[in-house]
């Protein structure tokens, strides 16, 4: 089975001030976890990937996000806010037989 | 890194008419492709898995019918969606998967489709 959560459906935060969008997964394989983007009428661009190197990813745009195996997590963050991340983010989890499962988003408002 | 090219990003097309979607992975081969839905204030939902040289595997609650889907080559895969309705309108988007490995999921950029 294999499962990801997005814990907020919408965050709000200040310019200038630190992003932290949660992301909770389970997956009955060694999973690859994503993270993508997607502005207004626009598709899906892709922030970053955990493929089981490094555990701290880091992505475009200061985008970084910290894989930990014991808490079952893949949280992005990003030191300060600009007026141009307000978009909407995915956490995406693939496992065995190329299943790819996407959590439900979090909008990100960032507020001038 | 892998490019996926998606075409049209936009159409709006006429009831009971039909529309293309185009896929096309440009600089890698694509074993499997897949094709996704996304309804407003939703997240991306599955729709089916292309592989080349076989018939689509659908996702429950998904014509085949109506969502025609060929993956004739290595590089290329459309869907089609016939006799379009108001509510086919939404928000479609590709992926392919590198046969190779090295780039894992790859997507398009996504196609709106209006019908009137």
């Known amino acids: 089975a294999q499962s990801v959560t997005q814990l907020d459906s919408h965050v709000s935060v200040s310019e200038g001030t630190p992003v932290l969008l949660r992301c909770n997964y389970s997956?009955?394989?060694?999973?690859?976890l994503f993270w993508y983007v997607q502005h207004p009428n626009k598709g899906l661009q892709l922030l970053l990937k955990?493929?089981?190197?490094?555990?701290l990813v880091k992505g475009i745009n200061g985008f970084e996000a910290e894989f930990k195996k014991s808490e079952t997590s893949f949280h992005l963050t990003k030191p300060s806010a600009h007026m141009s991340d307000a978009a909407e983010f995915f956490c995406?989890?693939?496992?065995?037989?190329?299943?790819?499962?996407f959590g439900t988003g979090t909008k990100l408002q960032v507020i001038p | 890194g892998a490019v996926v090219s998606q075409h049209p990003s936009r159409v709006i097309c006429k009831s009971g008419t039909s529309v293309k979607i185009e896929c096309r992975s440009l600089?890698?081969?694509?074993?499997?492709m897949f094709w996704y839905r996304q309804f407003p204030k939703k997240s991306l939902m599955l729709m089916a898995t292309?592989?080349?040289?076989?018939?689509?595997?659908?996702e429950q609650g998904v014509e085949k019918d109506k969502f025609l889907i060929n993956h004739a080559s290595l590089t290329l895969s459309t869907l089609t969606v016939t006799s379009a309705h108001p509510e086919d309108s939404s928000f479609y988007i590709c992926?392919?998967?590198?046969?190779?490995?090295?780039?894992?999921?790859?997507f398009g950029s996504g196609t709106r489709l209006t019908v009137v």
């Open positions: 997956s009955s394989y060694s999973p690859s």
């Open positions: 292309s592989n080349e040289g076989s018939k689509a595997t659908y």
């Open positions: 955990y493929t089981s190197a490094a555990t």
């Open positions: 995406v989890v693939t496992g065995g037989y190329q299943k790819v499962t």
């Open positions: 992926s392919a998967w590198d046969r190779g490995g090295n780039y894992g999921y790859t």
């Open positions: 600089d890698f081969q694509a074993t499997t």
